[in-house]
């Protein structure tokens, strides 16, 4: 979408204008990816002289248009948005230039709320004529893994001589980037995921990570540039710090899904959510998490492509796809809203089931508040503090509780509180016995 061309303009010479500035827009942005703070600094020089160049036109342009703006729009210019302290609309330059910042479209671009909203209603209705929704996707633990190189461990050495080229990214999958001192493994059936995510969704990639590494990251899933185009935002992004918010996303609310491996940082949009099971591949990745475990790479080992996270998740976007078109729910798709989709399709997982909890959380503890208790109910189930014959299920960590022998001699379905979880990111019940409760110390 190109912003300036997509905004009201009233006089031809305020259309010249904002051609000129949609010309600025994309070509500044795909000038921009491909820079850094750390480039060299013979590449600095040209950077410098192109900025230089373009405000040097953006100067000439304004100038060729100030006369007639000045009576046709100085007082009727609702200043949509700015590039820089420059009206996109009217040319006209302004201090305390307010908006949200849309750097990733361009980097001194800003739209006000009012434009923002007049572009995402435009958008989502040419988006939803061609059957499409948004799909906001996070990098680290979610498409792929990385890892500094010198966070490798002595088990991890082989992997150097493993590595692909960065010369055919499209049939790689381990990449050793020695710019960055990094090392990033791609998830198993990403590039399949893409390609058919991109039938149903248009795609973003949203990350915590810097600028930089957001970009080259994109470059590994996408050396094309089939499926982002500029659509990468960053860190500094961001609108609240630590966290990340779909007011920079030019998608209706109602319209876009997230696939994200942490639930805090999106307070404002969990039930656009769809949690993702982190992909330790590198043993940092593990020690990042405290988790006690061998990483992938350390148990030479991997993801399955045909059952994996992503290949799981990738069903249930087509069956949300799929019920959200359904014209026998109506073809008015614009009143339609996905997270009311998503959240039919997890409440079925655990609909019959009513379960109580067993030494899973402390006895003063509000149960309610619970990890467990509330990934229970997500899936449609029932929990309740007191045993009675409704219960079909007892969450224990411990055999021996009074709840579990309940269970036992009732013939009622004990289980540890990882069935609730596997059940929760495989998108369907789990088979009960395969989640025993144990004395064991290691649960």
């Known amino acids: 979408m190109s912003v300036a061309s997509d905004s009201p303009v009233h006089s031809s010479s305020s259309d010249d204008f904002a051609a000129f500035l949609a010309v600025e827009l994309n070509s500044s942005s795909g000038e921009s990816s491909h820079q850094d703070d750390d480039d060299q600094e013979e590449e600095d020089v040209v950077v410098e002289r192109s900025k230089k160049r373009k405000m040097d036109s953006l100067e000439i342009a304004k100038n060729a248009v100030d006369q007639d703006i000045e009576v046709s729009s100085k007082n009727l210019c609702p200043h949509p948005g700015f590039l820089r302290d420059m009206c996109i609309r009217c040319g006209k330059r302004m201090d305390d230039v307010a908006g949200v910042a849309l750097g990733y479209i361009h980097k001194d671009l800003k739209l006000a709320s009012d434009e923002i909203t007049r572009l995402r209603n435009a958008d989502v209705k040419n988006l939803l004529s061609h059957r499409k929704l948004y799909l906001v996707l996070d990098l680290d633990h979610t498409l792929l893994n990385s890892t500094r190189l010198d966070d490798l461990t002595p088990v991890e050495e082989y992997l150097k001589d493993k590595t692909d080229s960065l010369q055919d990214i499209s049939q790689g999958a381990l990449f050793q980037m020695n710019t960055m001192r990094m090392m990033t493994k791609l998830r198993p059936f990403v590039r399949t995921f893409l390609k058919e995510a991109s039938n149903m969704f248009e795609m973003y990639i949203y990350t915590m990570g810097e600028k930089f590494y957001a970009l080259e990251m994109a470059k590994l899933l996408d050396p094309e540039k089939k499926y982002f185009e500029s659509r990468v935002i960053s860190q500094a992004d961001c609108s609240q710090r630590h966290q990340k918010g779909l007011d920079v996303v030019l998608g209706h609310e109602s319209a876009v899904l997230i696939l994200d491996d942490t639930e805090g940082v999106w307070q404002n ?175």
């Not at 992938?296 to 399955?304: G, I, R, Y």
């Not at 339609?336 to 109580?356: S, T």
């Open 269 to 443: 949009h969990k039930d656009n959510l769809i949690l993702m099971d982190r992909y330790h591949f590198f043993a940092s990745s593990c020690r990042q998490f405290d988790l006690n475990v061998k990483s992938l790479s350390e148990l030479k080992n991997d993801e399955n492509e045909s059952d994996g996270a992503l290949a799981t998740v990738l069903g249930v976007l087509r069956r949300i796809h799929s019920m959200f078109f359904d014209p026998v729910d109506g073809a008015d798709f614009a009143s339609k809203d996905v997270r009311q989709v998503l959240r039919r399709i997890r409440q079925e997982i655990l609909r019959d089931c009513k379960m109580v909890f067993s030494r899973v959380f402390p006895m003063n503890y509000r149960a309610d508040a619970d990890r467990y208790w509330k990934l229970a109910e997500q899936l449609g189930a029932s929990c309740s503090r007191e045993v009675d014959d409704s219960v079909t299920h007892v969450v224990s960590l411990d055999p021996g509780t009074e709840k579990s022998q309940w269970a036992l001699k009732q013939k009622k379905l004990l289980v540890h509180p990882r069935w609730i979880e596997a059940s929760y990111y495989l998108w369907q019940r789990q088979p009960e016995d395969k989640f025993p409760v144990s004395h064991s110390k290691k649960q």
